[in-house]
């Protein structure tokens, strides 16, 4: 199975910060990157498709992007509403696996 | 609008099966696959497997072989997964979600205890 490694599991940050939220793929997996956001008691939501294309209705302060094996999601300027845990998806390969999660919570 | 309707909450005891369910509306059912998702307690998500309605055929995260068993019912779009032999292991939340996980159901949260 395809591993994604996620980091930071935790991020503390400001209102105004920029962050980055990382996820490395064991293999090969092209732009087969999904990220979502949850929130407490509610489903995920799709962020990025494709690595780097916004989903629809997602503020333009979120962008993806892959540097190899490696594709990151960013947040500019964060918002109190942008505070969640994110998780980041594969779907290459059967069976497609998550991210351990990256929460983003208030320093 | 795109709306996926699942199933209320289920208290199942061990050793026992539950079929949730996924209602479809707002699109064609039969053109999209349909994925399961199980997220445990404070954990991350699964995939479980996916159906494609109009076929009916299957993919299966191998880990759940066995264990869950994806059907539809075209004629309502409706989709139903059924968990077999439940243990302690099975709590969590269970999510059905479109192709491209663009839409998600509210997720069905089973409790398995005695």
């Known amino acids: 199975d395809i591993q994604m490694t996620q980091s930071p599991s935790s991020l503390p940050a400001s209102l105004g910060d920029r962050v980055t939220i990382t996820c490395r793929a064991s293999q090969d997996i092209g732009n087969y990157l999904r990220w979502f956001q949850q929130k407490p008691g509610k489903s995920p939501r799709l962020m990025i498709y494709g690595a780097t294309n916004l989903a629809a209705g997602v503020p333009s302060r979120f962008s993806g992007s892959r540097s190899g094996s490696d594709y990151s999601l960013t947040i500019n300027s964060l918002e109190s509403e942008d505070m969640a845990i994110y998780y980041c998806l594969q779907h290459n390969e059967y069976p497609l696996t998550f991210g351990s999660g990256t929460k983003l919570e208030i320093k | 609008q795109v709306k996926l309707l699942q199933s209320g909450a289920a208290l199942v005891k061990p050793g026992a099966s539950v079929k949730m369910s996924c209602k479809a509306s707002?699109?064609?059912?039969?053109?999209?696959?349909v994925s399961w998702v199980k997220q445990s307690h404070g954990k991350s998500l699964e995939w479980i497997g996916e159906?494609?309605?109009?076929?009916?055929?299957?993919n299966f995260n191998e880990k759940f072989k066995g264990k869950a068993t994806l059907t539809v019912d075209k004629s309502t779009s409706t989709a139903y997964m059924e968990l077999s032999r439940l243990t302690s292991e099975d709590s969590a939340i269970y999510y059905c979600?479109?192709?491209?996980?663009?839409?998600w159901g509210q997720g069905v949260m089973v409790t398995v205890s005695s």
């Open positions: 707002g699109y064609t059912f039969t053109d999209y696959w």
């Open positions: 159906i494609y309605p109009n076929s009916g055929a299957t």
């Open positions: 979600t479109r192709l491209n996980f663009d839409y």
